[in-house]
């Protein structure tokens, strides 16, 4: 039978394999833009300059901030499965994560400078961003409700 102590098992267990993909890619980076810049149309502001150091620094940059977005949904996941699931330590971490979305969609945004395909994984995160955003808020508002009842009678 499917509880919520699988279902947080599988999402630890989850989130530990793409933090290890994404540590796998680091590898691959430059074959990756590479590859790309040569399979690539050319549709850009800046179509006819090579896009491989500037997709190089991109992904390095977007693969950073995965790796602090996965530690934070890791001290997440932890505090979830340790019972402590409105605490403030929480919401910080929806925080982090949401800021490094945006940070990651603002990367793509520039890569779009290069070639327009890459506007719409920038729109991705930034919109994931706004949710984990707004998640962030709901977040602190029932710690701040469940604050307010552990001081009621």
Known sequence: MWNKTKSLIL????TTAATIIVLL???FVPAISEWYNDISEAKGFFESINITIPMCIILYICESLALMAFHSLHTLLKN????????????DCLRKISWECM?????????????FVFIFPA?????FGLIM?????VFE?????KTEN???I
Not at 80 to 91: A, G, T
Not at 103 to 115: S, T
Not at 141 to 145: F, L, M
């Open 80 to 91: 979830i499965s340790n019972d402590k699931v409105f605490v403030k330590d929480n919401s």
């Open 123 to 127: 729109f991705m995160a930034v919109m």
């Open 133 to 137: 955003r707004v998640l962030k808020n």
């Open 11 to 14: 999402s630890r267990i989850m």
């Open 141 to 145: 508002k029932a710690v701040e409700i």
């Open 150 to 152: 552990d001081f009621t």
């Open 25 to 27: 890619m680091t590898f």
């Open 103 to 115: 940070l990651a969609g603002a990367a793509f945004l520039i890569l779009g400078i290069w070639r």
